[in-house]
């Protein structure tokens, strides 16, 4: 067998940007640059999050078909944060939120070779809370992930996932008090816990020298599309201001190591 940069430790450095929705069921739309992190470490893995990651402690065991996963996620979210970002003038006027730091564990199993000798499908859930004090509350957010090559020089995948919130995110993030609905004419609006959202997205990546195995540099790209459910859909920021489909899509370049 041919040797590979990840047969021990590794990294995946990438940088690009992002095309999101200026704000959590906004219809307009921003640019924004972004990065993420992939690779093993001292036998620990690193797996990204949108602005942030998860660490596996249960270490591979080399040649084993299914694998298990669990270790600490954290998440930087910048939800209104800045009104820099957000064009729609009626909701710029209920002001900006706090960014939050989301803090907690991830569990999942991965399965090897499902349809192929190296595709992968990975299933797991974070469970994320705010552990910065500004009152973002909890999310659970589970998930399916495939992910295979189709060359040496090329590799795709999709996933589809979830998210459900508790009262306190979906009262921080969606509410409208007294205030805020006369500053902005928005309707008061008080949140709830529940199904956040759906969405599926997928990605591929290329290989700039046409061969993973020996690292260096890779372009990649990805699309995902959320469809907000509960309050997230039903607060007149999102209903009367914004949609509640939410598309994402984002380009970069990598570099293995």
């Known amino acids: ?14 940088v690009g940007a992002v095309s999101m929705p200026s704000y959590e069921g906004s219809d307009d739309r921003r640019i924004t640059p972004a990065g993420g992190v992939y690779g093993r470490v001292a036998g620990i893995n690193i797996s990204p999050r949108a602005a942030g990651l998860a660490l596996n402690f249960i270490p591979e065991q080399k040649g084993k078909r299914l694998t298990f996963n669990l270790g600490p996620v954290a998440r930087y979210r ?3 944060s800045s009104l820099n970002g957000i064009k729609d003038p009626v909701v710029r006027r209920l002001g900006k939120l706090d960014a939050v730091i989301e803090g907690g564990a991830t569990v999942g199993m991965t ?19 705010d552990v910065s004090g500004k009152g973002g509350g909890r ?9 295979t090559p189709v060359s040496k020089g090329q590799v795709i995948g999709a996933r589809v996932g979830a998210e459900f919130v508790d009262r306190k995110y979906a009262q921080y993030n969606y509410g409208i008090d007294a205030a805020g609905s006369a500053a902005s004419g928005l309707p008061q609006y008080v949140g709830r816990g529940g199904f956040k959202e759906w ?3 997928a990605f591929t990546a290329f290989d700039l020298d046409g061969n993973f195995l020996d690292g260096g540099f890779a372009l990649g790209a990805g699309v995902q599309y959320s469809r907000l459910q509960g309050s997230a859909a039903e607060t007149p920021i999102t209903a009367i201001r914004g949609k509640r489909g939410q598309f994402f899509a984002g380009a970069g370049l990598a570099y293995t190591f």
Do not use: C, E, H
């Open 139 to 147: 999310v659970i957010a589970p998930g399916v992930t495939y992910f």
């Open 199 to 201: 969405n599926l997205g």
């Open 111 to 129: 399965l090897k070779g499902v349809i192929n000798a190296y595709d992968r499908i990975s299933l797991g859930a974070d469970f994320r809370w």
């Open 78 to 80: 910048s939800n209104r």
């Open 1 to 14: 067998m041919a040797s590979s940069v990840f047969d021990g430790d590794f990294l995946v450095v990438g």
